[in-house]
């Protein structure tokens, strides 16, 4: 692992003078020709409703028209772990947004005054706008025929109920967990939804040419995996996968909500109809708000019993989730959850109930974290508060309870290698715990907040990766795989892996970006696994690839393969000092023999990789049995919060955050994440407070309401400590990290209030105002 | 998206052009400068004019004077430009101060003054300001030349008492005799922009006496006349603080949504009233920039 | 339909417009400059921005026949001849990830510095404040204008 040369090294991104120049051209930048379609929009004004009547006559005789699509065009389900959605709204609609027509015309202008002459008769069915109404009994069936849904054999959905899926987790008796407790802490928390907010918002073009052959192009996080969706949909159309083709140009962010199939399906589904003519689908800021998906709102009970010295001895951990509309992604949500609600502590009893409940608002699906941000608050918050009664420190409470490798983990499995408590010692060391830090303001107050991270890849258990590399004439090299750079750096890892073993430098190494024709295959980039999974499946296409260059010069250079090696872009021998062959000189035209005739030719290397190891079955009423992660990426993280006692104004003076990566493949980069993913997590807790009516109607679709932070809402300081306990599967040993980031900032907020002005918060965003309230209600008892 | 409505635009080299569309059109027109109110609300289709007219061909409203004590912002001047100007910083910085919290550079390269005081929303950030100046609005029409003082500017919330043949073409202050220092506190969801959810204007002068505006706790932008009147004449300490406070709570009539509830703006205007208070008294004695 | 007349990125272009059409739709659609991207379309992010006479504005909320007769510069003008110095740091940097709100930050960088060569962190945070960006935290943007002014002359 010492002397590497690309691998560990802060390269410059390998498309950054791309995105700088202004040449990087996303999906709307591209021109799809005159012939180009614009489809406009008719939503659902109701949050559930039967459809009575579909009125299309007017806006289908609009001078300039093309076509009017509805439900009935397209009566195909699809969804990625549960088929439980339409197209476009077949006999209801399941919340406000949802769409239930498409006018399509060559002037946009004409498509969307066209699409206000669809009317719409609807019969109001009870909307459920509260995950906690829809667990009732008699509560209205948002899917009345759950019960045939075609879903992954390790989804439960409870037929006749709003439950979509239900994992259970259970070890040991929880009666007697509790029993075993000295003190024992039970309380709710609640997390709303959220918005991912990437800056570009979803686009997609479908164009069906004459001969029938389907290309999307999307902004997208997972081409093979819509192309599989769009073929699975479109069937009894006659598609297959061989007829339909997806590329993904760059995306302008993703975080999650670009994953799987939402919006990208009506320019599929629209182009299949309208052949010969680009169908362009492009979704307003608004619409991104309200329908695409949001991350999941939830309710979490949680209890969980301690002894006195602080050793946990069981936890109860209940979580009602909010996913909306459709639940086909964002049950795998609940699903992860449901597997690592313990988060990365040790439990010997355990008793989790994770409930994936339909509503009547947009559906919900995977967002940055998929579920983690979302328990690790309530859980951080609630073991800070296990200490203070106990009179213990919250560091030392967790480092006494913190998982270690080899523990079992909560489905019977033992924890993968892990940096969990040098991360823990290396932020308490940093941002001085324990040290108290005063204002010079009298109006201000400062606390510090503690909270661990942990989360594991949720994927289906073959989930994999592939990849080819191939060299050109000067020795460069393309790298073909359908991962997404979506800001990550993807791109550039990939080609620092692909440097170090084939020792081409990354100026010489291109990525292409995803096209499912051309490159192989991808499941998705999602989970933050593709470092890990795709990353393996690039380093065992160029160690193919050496294996073929020494193969030819074995051949043609009658030297023994062992004793090669490469160095500088040149093939080497060991007991033959002198020998050098640059790679350019063969790897497209071979060798040439003493003949005159030629060995070799082009150099094609080929990976792939799928672990073998996982497994989704388990027993269903207790999880254990199966190997669902693949492994858990940790970390530790701690804020200084400056608070305003008056105004509830928070700030952040420094933040240090150490995760183990394994192996960073590109330090920069993974600061990169640390810095982003923090800054997106205190987003979520300082200021996102998504809003809706009592008609389940979003108020604020826009960055006028909902706010995202800008560059005056940093933290005076950031400290990323990169920690490496390597993976042993991983390329290099390394490990995701881009969604774990933003994980800890919720509970450190909520911890650094509590140590600040001694206030808990138990709910979601915290806002200023929420903080000014509490603390004047506080002080006023 | 795309602005839906079909409509005329004019952009007139002289003032008695603008003057004579908006006698022949009135309400079927719609005053353009900035552009970033109106093409908002054309977007939106809240506004659907028939005739657009681009008033930022003539030169006379992109002048800001300062001639025989009297300051003039032309119609089309921008936050920028009132920021960059020397004579807003030397005599007007409250200007200034309020013009830095409004949106961002982006905005405030197009976005008027005047085009803010003609939007009319309550939580207009130029409203206080003039009001506690005492503004003049300069209106003109093809038949009458106006001088409106802010005070009878706003209507209700989005409405302003200009006729629909009318133009402002720009607002007049006169620099205030005795010598005074401000401050503009308001209330955001973050340092980063946003409209304002509360907001305060105090002008303080040197023989005790005070005046104070508000916006954004009430349909329209106000004078605090209640606050002034119990103010004027004394030294600010604690206790007038606390008396003050309490009158401002019968004064401003805030609501509840979703930027903020009506409980936290009127918590906030108390914050605001002590500490603007403070500032401004504190600048006046030669504290921080006046 | 009418015609304007602008100088775009240093050439006289002319095209036809309504008066409805945007500037930001008619870069893009008519005169084939793609960097200003919408990201909103009320101006609330910046990405659409551009250089109207020297000053960074909102292309979504410019309608086109404002422009005739004025000067436009996109990143496509600002890139042409090569780099610029702030371009060149942001990339020695790692400024972007995803890289949407690249041009529009890289318009109010210029601006910026057009006008202020020097700027300290709390002036680059003020110039920059309209332009969100969802992936970076910021903190290497703000280094990179940082770095660009160190080298001494800028573009």
């Known amino acids: 692992m010492s002397d590497l040369k690309f691998v560990g090294k802060p390269i410059v991104r390998i498309d950054g003078k791309e995105k700088v120049s202004g040449a990087t051209h996303f999906t709307d930048d591209l021109e799809y020709g005159s012939n180009l379609l614009y489809a406009a929009l008719v939503e659902s004004t109701e949050a559930h409703a039967l459809i009575k009547h579909i009125d299309i006559s007017e806006a289908e005789r609009f001078p300039g028209v093309i076509a009017v699509f509805t439900g009935k065009d397209f009566p195909y389900k699809f969804g990625l772990y549960m088929k439980d959605r339409y197209i476009f709204a077949m006999d209801r609609v399941r919340f406000v947004g949802e769409q239930i027509a498409a006018v399509v015309s060559r002037d946009k202008r004409i498509a969307e005054r066209a699409a206000k002459l669809v009317k719409v008769e609807y019969e109001a069915l009870p909307a459920l ?183 946990f001895t069981a936890i109860d951990h209940r979580l009602y989730w909010d996913a909306g509309a459709s639940a086909e992604y964002g049950a795998n949500v609940v699903n992860a959850i449901g597997l690592s609600a313990t988060g990365p502590y040790r439990f010997p009893i355990i008793f989790i109930d994770s409930v994936c409940l339909y509503t009547n608002l947009p559906p919900c699906g995977a967002y940055r974290g998929f579920g983690y941000s979302e328990f690790m608050f309530g859980l951080e918050s609630h073991i800070d508060r296990i200490a203070a009664y106990l009179k213990l420190d919250p560091v030392a409470i967790r480092k006494k309870n913190a998982i270690k490798e080899g523990d079992i983990l909560a489905y019977g499995v033992p924890m993968n290698p892990s940096g969990l408590h040098k991360a823990i010692d290396a932020v308490e060391k940093e941002i001085e715990w324990g040290k108290k830090v005063k204002s010079d303001d009298p109006h201000k107050a400062i606390g510090k907040g503690f909270s661990l991270i942990w989360k594991a890849p949720a994927m289906p258990p073959n989930a994999s990766s592939a990849a080819f590399v191939k060299f050109s004439e000067d020795g460069s090299l393309n790298i073909l795989v359908s991962g997404m750079d979506m800001g990550q750096g993807f791109l550039t890892v990939m080609a620092q892996i692909a440097a170090e073993i084939l020792t081409v430098p990354v100026s010489k190494i291109r990525t292409e970006n995803p096209d499912t024709d051309r490159n192989p295959y991808e499941w998705q980039t999602v989970a933050s696994h593709v470092t890990w999974s795709c990353g393996n499946a690039v380093k065992n296409a160029a160690i193919n690839a050496r294996d073929q260059i020494f193969e030819v010069i074995e051949r043609a250079c009658v030297l023994p393969k062992e004793q090669l090696y490469l160095e500088d872009e040149k093939v080497k021998c060991k007991t033959k000092p002198d020998f050098e062959l640059p790679l350019k000189d063969f790897v497209i035209n071979g060798i040439q023999a003493q003949d005159g005739t030629f060995r070799g030719g082009p150099i094609l290397g080929k990976g792939i990789f799928m672990p073998e190891f996982t497994s989704a079955y388990s027993d269903p009423e207790t999880s254990q049995g199966g190997h669902p992660n693949v492994h858990y990426t940790v970390g530790a993280a701690a804020i200084i919060l400056e608070v305003d006692k008056d105004t509830g104004k928070m700030h952040v003076k420094k933040a240090v955050e150490a995760i183990d990566a394994g192996k960073a493949i590109n330090p920069d980069l993974v600061k990169g994440q640390i810095t982003g993913g923090l800054l997106q997590g205190l987003s979520t807790v300082l200021y996102e407070d998504i809003r809706y009516d009592d008609k389940g109607k979003l108020l604020n679709p826009n960055f006028t309401d909902y706010k995202i932070p800008t560059a005056k809402d940093i933290p005076d300081e950031i400290m990323p400590i990169i920690i490496e306990v390597p993976q042993p599967d991983g390329p290099f040993g390394a490990r995701g990290v881009g969604e774990h980031t933003m994980i800890p900032a919720a509970p450190m907020i909520a911890n650094a209030l509590q140590d600040a002005l001694g206030i808990r918060i138990k709910t979601m965003p915290i806002t200023q105002e929420k903080v000014a309230l509490t603390y004047l209600k506080n002080k006023e008892k | 998206m795309s602005i839906l409505h079909d409509f005329e635009y004019y952009n007139p080299r002289n003032i008695e052009e603008v003057l004579q569309l908006r006698a022949e059109y009135r309400d079927k027109t719609r005053i353009l400068a900035g552009g970033t109110d109106l093409v908002v609300q054309m977007k939106d289709n809240i506004v659907a004019p028939d005739v657009v007219i681009d008033i930022k061909g003539i030169e006379a409203f992109h002048e800001i004077t300062f001639d025989e004590n009297i300051l003039f912002i032309g119609a089309c001047v921008t936050f920028s430009e009132l920021i960059e100007s020397e004579i807003i910083q030397r005599y007007f910085p409250l200007i200034k101060e309020m013009s830095l919290t409004v949106a961002s550079m982006g905005i405030r390269n197009r976005a008027t003054m005047v085009g803010n005081i003609c939007s009319a929303v309550p939580s207009a950030d130029s409203a206080p300001i003039l009001l506690v100046y005492d503004a003049d609005v300069i209106v003109r029409s093809a038949s009458e030349d106006r001088i409106l003082p802010i005070t009878e500017w706003f209507a209700c919330p989005k409405k302003t008492t200009l006729k629909s043949d009318e133009i402002v073409t720009g607002i007049a202050i006169h620099f205030p005799e005795r010598r005074h220092a401000g401050c503009y506190e308001r209330l955001g969801r973050y340092s980063g922009e946003d409209l304002a959810q509360a907001g305060i204007c105090i002008l303080a002068f040197d023989d005790n006496q005070y005046h104070v505006a508000c916006c954004a706790v009430g349909p329209i932008p106000k004078r605090l006349y209640h606050i002034e009147e119990f103010l004027n004449g004394k030294v600010i300490d604690q206790n007038v603080i606390q008396e003050a406070k309490k009158i401002m709570l019968n004064n401003i009539f805030p609501i509840s949504d979703v930027r903020a509830s009506k409980e936290y703006r009127e918590h906030m205007m108390g914050i605001m009233l002590q500490r603007g208070l403070k500032k401004a008294v504190s600048r006046l004695h030669g504290g921080e920039n006046a | 339909m009418p015609k304007i007349s602008l100088m775009l990125n240093n050439e006289e272009r002319v095209v036809d417009v309504e008066p409805h059409e945007i500037l930001l739709d008619v870069l893009r659609d008519k005169l084939g400059v793609k960097s200003p991207k919408c990201g909103c379309d009320r101006g609330d992010c910046g990405a659409c921005n551009v250089l109207l006479n020297g000053r960074s504005v909102r292309s979504c909320l410019i309608l086109a026949v404002e422009v005739d007769g004025r000067e436009i510069v996109t990143v496509e003008g600002i890139s042409k001849d090569g780099l610029s110095k702030v371009q060149e740091s942001m990339i020695d940097n790692n400024a972007f990830q995803c890289g949407f709100c690249a041009p529009g930050v890289i318009i109010s960088a210029t601006e910026l510095l057009n006008n202020n060569p020097h700027p300290t962190r709390e002036e680059i945070k003020e110039a920059l404040a309209g332009n969100l960006c969802r992936c970076t935290g910021y903190l290497p943007i703000l280094e990179a204008v940082e770095n660009a002014t160190k080298e001494g002359n800028n573009e």
């Not at chain 1, 309200?290 to 991350?295: G, L």
Request: hydrophobic share 40%; proline share 5%; glycine share 8%.
């Open chain 1, 129 to 311: 706008l509260d995950q906690m109404e829809a667990l009732k009994k008699d509560a209205t069936l948002i899917h009345p025929d759950l019960g045939d849904y075609i879903h992954v054999p390790w989804f439960f959905p409870q037929a006749k109920t709003n439950i979509a899926h239900w994992r259970k987790t259970r070890r040991g008796d929880i009666k007697k967990g509790f029993a075993e407790a000295d003190y024992m802490l039970e309380d709710t928390y609640s997390v709303p939804r959220y918005s991912h907010c990437p800056i570009e918002t979803h686009a997609a073009v479908g164009l069906c040419d004459l001969s029938g052959r389907l290309t999307v192009w999307a902004s997208s996080q997972s081409p093979h995996t819509q192309r599989n969706l769009f073929a699975e949909a479109l069937a009894p159309l006659g598609f297959t996968h061989k007829d339909i083709r997806v590329i993904a140009p760059p995306i302008g962010g993703g975080f999650g909500g670009k994953a799987g199939v939402s919006m990208e399906i009506l320019a599929a589904a629209m182009a299949t109809k309208l052949r010969g003519n680009p169908v362009q689908v492009i979704w307003s800021r608004e619409r991104e708000f309200y329908n695409t998906s949001q991350r999941l709102g939830v309710i979490a009970k949680l209890k969980i019993g301690a002894k006195k010295d602080g050793t």
